[in-house]
């Protein structure tokens, strides 16, 4: 029986890839313009005083109002500022890169969401703003290369290291689209664990989607062994939830423990220390994914809008044993 069944499960992988590489001969098929990233960073950090009213009028969202041109031209000649864009120009020398991955990006999301529309790419320094380290509106992409150094840069030092891992340049694309999934995925409708555990088990899965070539480690901003822990550990950290009836549970300590950003998950156990951050997030991922391999009626617009408890009561999801 155990061999019909591995059969069956490899039947429908194999299945599912076909379909995968069909959807994706499609979006290579979408025209998009190739994108230009435009290099404020350079831009402002190369300038002289003179230069000024030009930059701002080009850039006007990056010089509100009530600050006088004096503020800027001191930033302009910062010593620690020109050391940061230095830094910058070492990582990123050339748009290459950026360019190819936007705009494979932006062929995903026209695929999907065809009446999108396409912003303009624009890096930055933003002075170790990481709550904001990449923004998505219907006209502008922006990136603060500043964040993106590689996680023992020397700058990132008074940054704890679950924060210091996720600054690494192949964190740029993920970071894009969890800014681009802001208001498109329905909000929790109840205040329980499970709610927010398919809320961004939905962001993760428009990742697949949008950038199926990024890793899994680096879509979630883990390490590959971190990824690889809660794979050997998928069947205990279900029955956890299980066993401590979690999923329904509305304590408002909950998503501390297995949500939020963190060094590590809080199960109260002894191996705690061992475990990735977030693992709630990850668990609502297999959730997800679990679902949509089970409706593949379903488009990704539909899933995103559907309450959490219905994605979860026909997930049909079995942990990895």
């Known amino acids: 029986m155990k061999k019909y069944i591995t059969l069956s499960l490899a039947a429908l992988l194999l299945f599912s890839c076909k379909n995968e590489n069909k959807v994706e001969d499609k979006i290579a098929e979408v025209k998009v313009e190739k994108v230009n990233v435009v290099r404020f960073d350079d831009m402002f950090y190369n300038a002289k005083p003179a230069d000024l009213p030009k930059l701002k ?5 990056f010089f509100p109002e009530g600050n006088p041109d004096a503020v800027w031209e001191a930033k302009m000649k910062d010593s620690l500022l020109q050391e940061l864009h230095k830094e910058v120009d070492k990582k990123f020398p050339n748009n290459s890169t950026l360019e190819d991955d936007f705009t494979n990006l932006y062929q995903h999301i026209k695929f999907y969401y065809p ?7 624009v ?10 380290r990449a923004i998505y509106t219907d006209s502008l992409a922006l990136v603060s290369l500043d964040l993106y150094l590689g996680k023992d840069h020397k700058f990132y030092v008074d940054f704890p290291k679950y924060q210091r891992q996720e600054f690494e340049p192949t964190q740029i694309m993920p970071d894009m689209v969890t800014a681009f999934s802001y208001g ?11 709610s927010l555990m398919v809320y961004y088990g939905k962001e993760l899965y428009m990742k697949d989607k949008l950038i199926p070539e990024t890793t899994d480690f680096n879509k979630i901003g883990y390490t590959k062994e971190q990824l690889a822990w809660a794979k050997a550990n998928e069947a205990e950290i279900w029955r956890y939830f299980v066993d401590n009836k979690l999923f329904f549970d509305a304590d408002p300590k909950l998503p501390n423990r297995f949500i939020n950003p963190a060094p590590f998950t809080k199960f109260y156990m002894g191996f705690d220390n061992e475990t990735p951050g977030r693992l709630g997030q990850w668990l609502g991922w297999q959730i997800v994914r679990s679902y949509m391999e089970h409706n593949d009626k379903v488009t990704l617009q539909q899933m995103l809008a559907m309450d959490a408890k219905i994605i979860f009561d026909n997930s049909k999801y079995k942990p990895a044993k």
């Not at 009028?57 to 969202?61: D, K, L, T």
């Not at 498109?184 to 664990?193: S, T």
């Open 115 to 121: 009446q999108a529309r396409i912003p303009k790419v």
């Open 123 to 132: 890096t930055l320094i933003s002075e170790m703003d990481y709550k904001n």
């Open 57 to 61: 009028s080009e850039f006007p969202y």
């Open 184 to 194: 498109k995925i329905a909000p929790p409708k109840d205040h329980n664990l499970l």
